[in-house]
């Protein structure tokens, strides 16, 4: 297919940043709302959420509703549940998208998809980010999270955090020093280890 030059341009728009942009990125880049939708309807981009494009060259991504999040919050990384999900450490289906936002962060007002937000500080916002490149989606590691878990346990239920820490020792997807190095950052490490030695 011969591309018009602005829809050419458009695109190596969309390249440079990634893959993903929202509408008011790509005008600041160059690119006219006409464009996207031009683009839209010749199946060049595809829609992650209200004003958030994807291009359609890119490899199927693993979830666009936390793609769409990772475009439209950029401080936004994901926890708890959603990230547990993503590493495979649970078996709950999780029916909002839990992020980590630090301190006097105002709530996102995003419609579509739900969103659950946590205020994270210090070094429990900042320690254990894992950025998935393609995408832009930043989640906690693995071992991070499940020590975010027993944190939040009063919200989410013991069971979910036993469940996440046991699955990743035998999946052998957390060491357990890395463990503990998170528990003392999310103050938890006496709540923790009981557990930890139990399983171990």
């Known amino acids: ?33 006409r464009t996207l939708y031009q683009l839209l309807g010749e199946g ?11 291009l359609a060259e890119l490899p199927p991504t693993g979830d666009p509703d936390l793609v769409a999040i990772a475009a439209r919050v950029p401080k936004a990384v994901v926890c708890l549940i959603s990230a547990l999900h993503v590493h495979g450490l649970t078996t709950e289906i999780p029916h909002e998208v839990s992020i980590a936002l630090p301190p006097r962060t105002k709530r996102p007002e995003i419609d579509y998809p739900p969103i659950r937000v946590f205020w ?42 036993v469940e996440a820490l046991r699955t990743g020792l035998e999946e052998d997807l957390i060491r357990p020093a890395e463990l503990l190095r998170y528990a003392r950052i999310c103050r938890v490490e006496r709540v923790l280890k009981p557990y930890l030695e139990a399983i171990l």
């Open 120 to 161: 994270f500080s210090g070094k429990a916002y900042t320690e254990g980010v894992e950025e998935n490149a393609p995408d832009g989606v930043r989640t906690y590691s693995a071992a991070k999270t499940v020590a975010d878990c027993f944190k939040f346990r009063n919200k989410l239920g013991i069971g979910v955090a």
């Open 1 to 33: 297919m011969r591309l018009l030059p602005a829809h050419s341009q458009a695109l190596e728009r969309f390249r440079e940043a990634g893959g993903v942009l929202r509408t008011s990125q790509a005008q600041k880049r160059g690119v006219h709302p």
């Open 44 to 54: 060049l981009l595809e829609r992650l959420s209200r004003g958030v494009y994807r």
